[in-house]
């Protein structure tokens, strides 16, 4: 009877063990889905049209994504509140950049956890002014990656603007003051300006960068 009894407290507590790893296992494979549920999700909110630093789909604004706070990433996904995160850029064209300068948000101690990587573009704007006589017209070439330009009279009688052949600003007597003329997105060649003059043009452009971010988020 006491070896029974031996063996059956032996059989017992080998039970209880395996029960308690198998519940251990389950509850650590639990926190891996939930962490990867989250590291997709900031990925996906980073790169979404409507995210806290996109200019649109998949294009980071520099400055802003550099600078994005815990409280911008907790508003956009309230269930990363609590736990630890890291968001960090990475990538051929960066790769002089130092780690602190790649890890661009870190919470919390992030050990080991589940990883979400969207590839991305880091866009920054530039912006060339130039002086531009008209007389009868003059025509400028256009970066692709022009975005936006300004027309600013400065004498004379500039009555017209025209971007790759479409009339983008008409005044019949004269441009006055300045006016922002927002340019397609698929990309311009060609400005033509009519009349008798002289303006100041401003032409933004936009300078990218290709990245990947990558979102750790642990437990």
Request: no cysteine.
């Amino acid at each position: 009877m006491p070896a029974l009894a031996v063996a059956i407290v032996i059989l017992a507590s080998a039970t209880v063990l395996a029960v308690t790893i198998a519940d251990d296992a389950r509850t650590a494979a639990e926190r891996d889905v939930a962490s990867r549920g989250l590291a997709v999700t900031v990925a996906d909110t980073l790169v979404d049209p409507e995210g806290p630093t996109t200019r649109r789909r998949t294009v980071l604004d520099r400055n802003a994504t550099l600078a994005i706070s815990i409280t911008a990433i907790e508003d956009a996904v309230p269930a990363v509140r609590d736990r630890a995160i890291r968001i960090r850029l990475a990538g051929d064209a960066i790769a002089d950049w130092t780690v602190e300068d790649r890890t661009i948000l870190e919470r919390g101690s992030v050990r080991g956890g589940t990883t979400a990587s969207r590839i991305a573009l880091l866009a920054r704007s530039e912006t060339r002014t130039d002086r531009i006589t008209v007389d009868p017209a003059a025509e400028r070439a256009l970066p692709a990656t022009a975005r936006r330009l300004t027309v600013e009279a400065r004498s004379g009688n500039v009555t017209t603007v025209r971007v790759d052949d479409r009339v983008v600003l008409y005044r019949p007597n004269g441009i006055r003051g300045s006016t922002t003329i927002d340019l397609p997105r698929q990309g311009t060649d060609r400005l033509v300006l009519e009349g008798t003059g002289v303006v100041e043009l401003r032409v933004e452009r936009e300078r990218r960068t290709p990245i990947v971010i990558t979102v750790t988020v642990d437990a």
